[in-house]
């Protein structure tokens, strides 16, 4: 098995999943503490919509993601203010017009079926060197945000008038926050599909939820269950001979189960 690491295709893939599964989970914290799991299903339903282009067009996957996330954000928060629009119905709406448009693409492009799937699973194993770059430099810019805003990321999650009146520009790190979640939603959708992002997005973070004391241990253990779902399915993937998205999910719902809530109160 180990040799099989020193394949380029599988080293640059078990490298990326190396800095997502240590990061990404910390993105899938402010997820959760913000309450924004609606925009990250919107997010999932435009990355469809993304891999649809970027197949019909034979354009390089991740940035058609990054470009669609950065515009379902957009729109969504145009509609939101702008449109007096709930968000839940504007994103309700973005869900239901990617999905189609996505399926009218890949029909009109007669898009092959087995690419069309791996929109849905996604695949590690054809990570680029320029992408594994990507996968460095956004996992160090969210551990980075992370660590030197840890004060103001908590003061937002836990009363955002209190962060108005400390004088913080919380609408900054707010926008900040929600772009760095759909980078890292974008650039998941590349190992996993957009039907498992939440494996290696949110399962380590709830995982984390579960044992952690202070919102300080929250962020730590969440990159730690991140990474050690990510190294547990990709080599479970090698050993087994199975896609490396199903065996990351069921190593992430594996240890959901396996490890009990802390009895002091939730955070």
Same mark, same amino acid.
């Given at each position: 098995?180990?040799? !099989?690491?020193?394949?380029?295709?599988?080293?640059?893939?078990?490298?990326?999943?190396?800095?997502?599964?240590?990061?990404?989970? /910390?993105?899938?914290?402010?997820?959760?503490?913000?309450?924004?799991?609606?925009?990250?299903?919107?997010?999932?339903?435009?990355?469809?919509?993304?891999?649809? /282009?970027?197949?019909? #067009? +034979?354009?390089?996957?991740?940035?058609?993601?990054?470009?669609?996330?950065?515009?379902?954000?957009?729109?969504? !928060?145009?509609?939101?203010?702008?449109?007096?629009?709930?968000?839940?119905?504007?994103?309700?709406?973005?869900?239901? /017009?990617?999905? &189609?448009?996505?399926?009218?693409?890949?029909? &009109?492009?007669?898009?092959?079926?087995? +690419?069309?799937?791996?929109?849905?699973?996604?695949?590690? =194993?054809?990570?680029?060197?320029?992408?594994?770059?990507? =996968?460095?430099? #956004?996992?160090? /810019?969210?551990?980075?945000?992370?660590?030197?805003?840890?004060?103001?990321? #908590?003061?937002?999650?836990? +009363?955002?008038?209190?962060?108005?009146?400390?004088?913080?520009?919380?609408?900054?790190?707010?926008?900040?926050?929600?772009?760095?979640?759909?980078?890292?939603?974008? #650039?998941?959708?590349?190992?996993?599909?957009?039907?498992?992002?939440?494996?290696?997005?949110?399962?380590? &973070?709830?995982? &984390?939820?579960?044992?952690?004391?202070?919102?300080?241990?929250?962020?730590?253990?969440?990159?730690?269950?991140?990474?050690?779902?990510?190294?547990?399915?990709?080599?479970?993937?090698?050993?087994?001979?199975?896609?490396?998205?199903?065996?990351?999910?069921?190593?992430?719902?594996?240890?959901?189960?396996?490890?009990?809530?802390?009895?002091?109160?939730?955070?």
């Amino acid at each position: 098995m180990f040799s !099989l690491l020193l394949l380029p295709p599988i080293f640059r893939a078990f490298i990326s999943l190396l800095f997502a599964g240590a990061a990404f989970p /910390l993105a899938g914290v402010m997820v959760l503490r913000m309450n924004l799991l609606q925009l990250r299903y919107t997010l999932m339903h435009g990355l469809l919509l993304g891999g649809a /282009l970027a197949l019909a #067009l +034979d354009l390089p996957s991740i940035p058609v993601y990054v470009l669609m996330c950065t515009l379902t954000v957009i729109l969504i !928060l145009l509609l939101s203010r702008k449109g007096k629009l709930n968000m839940g119905i504007s994103s309700a709406f973005l869900m239901v /017009l990617s999905v &189609a448009l996505a399926a009218i693409i890949t029909q &009109a492009a007669d898009v092959p079926s087995k +690419d069309t799937l791996e929109l849905l699973w996604g695949s590690p =194993f054809t990570v680029q060197t320029g992408e594994l770059a990507a =996968f460095a430099v #956004l996992s160090l /810019l969210i551990i980075l945000y992370t660590v030197f805003n840890f004060r103001t990321i #908590l003061l937002v999650f836990f +009363d955002r008038d209190v962060a108005l009146s400390s004088g913080e520009n919380i609408s900054l790190h707010e926008t900040v926050m929600v772009f760095l979640i759909a980078f890292a939603v974008a #650039l998941s959708m590349r190992f996993v599909g957009s039907l498992l992002i939440d494996a290696l997005l949110i399962l380590p &973070a709830v995982i &984390a939820l579960k044992i952690a004391g202070s919102i300080r241990k929250l962020f730590i253990m969440a990159g730690l269950m991140g990474l050690l779902t990510a190294v547990t399915g990709f080599m479970l993937s090698l050993v087994l001979d199975m896609p490396p998205s199903s065996m990351i999910a069921a190593s992430s719902a594996l240890i959901y189960i396996l490890i009990p809530h802390r009895k002091e109160k939730k955070l």
